[in-house]
């Protein structure tokens, strides 16, 4: 009998197994739902703050839900506060956002040292609270979570005028991405170092749908696998998730150097996987029926994915606070099922 642990690496590294991990990886992907914090007393947004809450919330998650993994942070923005962008941290139904980016324009960009940076913020207390989990739970997968290049990018910049520079300056555009790539690799290196299995990168912002495929290619393929490289360094497996309708850029996604990708509701993982054999796809049940139900058309959902051969189960994408663990149960045992 595999761990889930066991499971997720061996499947990450093209290994027999018994049957697909079901996982929610955190960070964009995040199921902090509210009914699990009122029945632990473990909440948001304490749980950003506090490396012991943090901790606890996520191995919550893993207890109530049935998802075979610890997820850590449940944000997307603690790269984004500690490179000078205004962060809140919301509340216990409304995750953290960005409230204003540091920069106006790519120009104005003005790299500082990354080493001092990332022993500022909220870095400490996530990598504590990493490292407390995985202590803890040694047959559960830590899943250290850092937000794509893309992304980082545009909670750093106004986004409106970085969907300008891409074309327009793309010397300021690339001095920035390497900038924020750096950042990134480095504190993805720093979550394995601390216990994390496994590292997600997720990149909403990066959608072909937003980019095109000529802007995909240059900034997110580019730069994605910069950072998958100096995590592949520490012998470490990459999920990679992007939102969106892939139907402009799916040609490029075999370039992605990630051990797997995720994608949204919107993709038809049948048929990606037809395309593209040799890549582990991820996914991709909806959000909105998780929400919603009704919980059999969760398990015949979850069914028919596990029997197009999708590798990992996962929502499509990150979970409404108002989910209930009744319909997300319906989810991780119709895979154990």
């Not at 191995?59 to 449940?74: L, V, Y």
């Amino acid at each position: 009998m595999l761990t889930p642990k066991a499971r997720l690496l061996k499947l990450l590294n093209r290994q027999a197994v018994d049957r697909p991990p079901v996982i929610c990886t955190g960070g964009m992907m995040n199921a902090a739902i509210i009914e699990i914090m009122n029945s632990t007393g473990h909440t948001l947004p304490e749980g950003h703050v506090n490396s012991h809450i943090m901790a606890q919330l996520a191995a919550d998650i893993h207890q109530f839900t049935g998802f075979e993994n610890i997820g850590i942070p449940f944000c997307m923005t603690v790269e984004a506060e500690i490179l000078g962008s205004a962060v809140s941290y919301g509340t216990l139904s409304c995750e953290p956002k960005v409230t204003q980016e540091k920069y106006r324009t790519l120009a104005e960009v003005h790299p500082e040292d990354i080493t001092h940076m990332l022993m500022q913020g909220r870095v400490q207390v996530v990598l504590d609270a990493i490292r407390e989990a995985a202590a803890a739970h040694p047959e559960i997968p830590v899943i250290g979570n850092i937000c794509g290049p893309v992304s980082l990018a545009a909670s750093l910049v106004d986004p409106l005028a970085l969907l300008k520079g891409l074309r327009k300056d793309k010397a300021s555009a690339h001095r920035v991405f390497a900038y924020v790539s750096a950042l990134l690799g480095k504190l993805a290196c720093l979550m394995v170092e601390n216990g994390a299995a496994v590292i997600s990168i997720g990149d909403p912002t990066a959608t072909g749908e937003i980019l095109g495929p000529e802007l995909f290619e240059e900034y997110a393929v580019r730069y994605i696998n910069q950072i998958i490289n100096s995590i592949h360094e520490s012998q470490t497996d990459v999920i990679v998730h992007i939102c969106g309708n892939m139907n402009r850029v799916r040609h490029l996604l075999p370039a992605i150097q990630a051990d797997a990708i995720s994608v949204d509701a919107l993709v038809d993982l049948r048929k990606l996987k037809d395309d593209f054999p040799q890549m582990i796809v991820m996914g991709n049940v909806s959000t909105y029926l998780l929400q919603n139900g009704p919980a059999d058309k969760v398990s015949a959902t979850v069914q028919r994915l596990v029997e197009q051969g999708v590798d990992i189960i996962s929502p499509a994408c990150g979970l409404s606070t108002s989910t209930s663990i009744s319909m997300i149960q319906a989810m991780t045992n119709a895979v154990r099922d």
